[in-house]
């Protein structure tokens, strides 16, 4: 009996030491004075705000208690276009750069946290999509027991064809704790939405006006319609602007009509970006959240520049073709 409780109370200081340890995420960012810092994590599918604390000397210090919770954490300062992802595994957190210089900023923490560093780093140093599929499939693979692997197919989802990322989803355990499981599927099921066969999402959104712009309706007078999906501060959008320019003027009187949709955030610099690019169409939407414009969340666009392309029957037949494919395409279809 009385090593019986002796047992007992080793197990309850141990479980309350447990309950009592914490680490600290130090966030330490140049021109980051006097920002709102948030601590997020997904969960239940959308974002939840743990804690928030205001930049001191370009400093915010977030306390966490352990917990058996391994799914990633989200630093998030406004400005910023997407979140900062990191994985403490119980373990401190070290976060140094300039706030103004997003991807170069590091993240110092658990070894779950530096496994991703070097994945990151190896495909950002690639060019080539057949290199940058093997590298994510084998991380998705030698990770796919841990949240880690999860965040890692969810972020290079784009990397993968549709029944290849359903293959790689079953294998994540059912088990798991993981916000990015969530996402995933999701993603999965608005892609068969949306392939070549399926009848176009109508969507409504203002344009470079202010007026509200409804794809049903420029769909109903076209022969074909082109969603184009673009930002002005993508690279390789504008890159291929002039192919799209050049198809516009070739087929629009033919029925060919294009409604481009952008990710951007700042007016200014949208409109700017269509009148240098000459985009001479007159369906330019936008509802300035970037990646969280609703339209490219209704077509789950995790990549841009993204096309598709729906016939005069509102079907779509054709996504993300390339232009010199696209150009003879519509040149059949229009003849």
């Known amino acids: 009996m009385k090593k019986s409780l002796i047992a007992l109370l080793i197990m309850l200081v141990l479980t309350t030491c447990f309950s009592c340890k914490s680490f600290k995420i130090n966030v330490n960012l140049d021109n980051s004075t006097d920002k709102t810092v948030y601590l997020e994590r997904l969960e239940n599918g959308s974002m939840t ?40 595994d119980n373990q401190d957190v070290k976060i140094v750069g300039d706030c103004q210089q997003y991807n170069d900023i590091k993240v110092v923490a658990s070894e779950s946290q530096q496994k ?20 994510a499939l084998r991380a998705v693979k030698e990770n796919v027991n841990t949240p880690v ?40 099921e608005g892609l068969q939405k949306t392939q070549p066969g399926q009848p176009f999402i109508d969507f409504q959104q203002k344009d470079v006006n202010g007026d509200i712009f409804t794809l049903s309706e420029l769909v109903k007078k076209s022969e074909i319609v082109i969603v184009d999906f673009w930002a ?53 939407v936008s509802d300035l959240k970037g990646w969280g414009n609703e339209v490219a969340g209704m077509y789950m666009i995790a990549f841009i520049p ?22 003879d395409l519509l040149s059949d279809l229009l003849k």
Not at 263 to 268: G, N
């Open 232 to 284: 002005s501060w993508c690279p390789d959008c504008r890159k291929a602007n002039p192919d799209l320019v050049k198809i516009y003027n070739q087929l629009n009187k033919k029925g060919l009509n294009i409604v481009s949709v952008s990710l951007d955030t700042d007016e200014a610099k949208w409109k700017k970006a269509i009148a240098d690019d000459n985009l001479a169409w007159p369906y330019h």
């Open 49 to 88: 705000k743990i804690d928030s604390v205001v930049a001191k000397n370009n400093n915010a210090v977030f306390k966490m208690k352990q917990s058996d919770n391994n799914d990633a954490l989200h630093i998030m300062i406004d400005g910023w276009r997407r979140p900062l992802v990191l994985f403490a």
């Open 149 to 188: 692997g999860a965040y890692i197919l969810y972020r290079y989802k784009w990397a993968f064809e549709l029944g290849e990322l359903i293959k790689l989803y079953e294998l994540i355990p059912t088990e798991m704790q993981s916000g990015y499981k969530v996402e995933i599927q999701k993603y999965i």
């Open 116 to 135: 991703l560093n070097d994945i990151i780093e190896k495909i950002n140093d690639m060019d080539d999509d057949n290199e940058i599929h093997y590298v």
């Open 306 to 327: 993204q096309n598709l392309i729906i016939d005069k029957n509102g079907m779509i037949i054709e996504k993300n073709l390339p232009f010199e494919k696209m150009e």
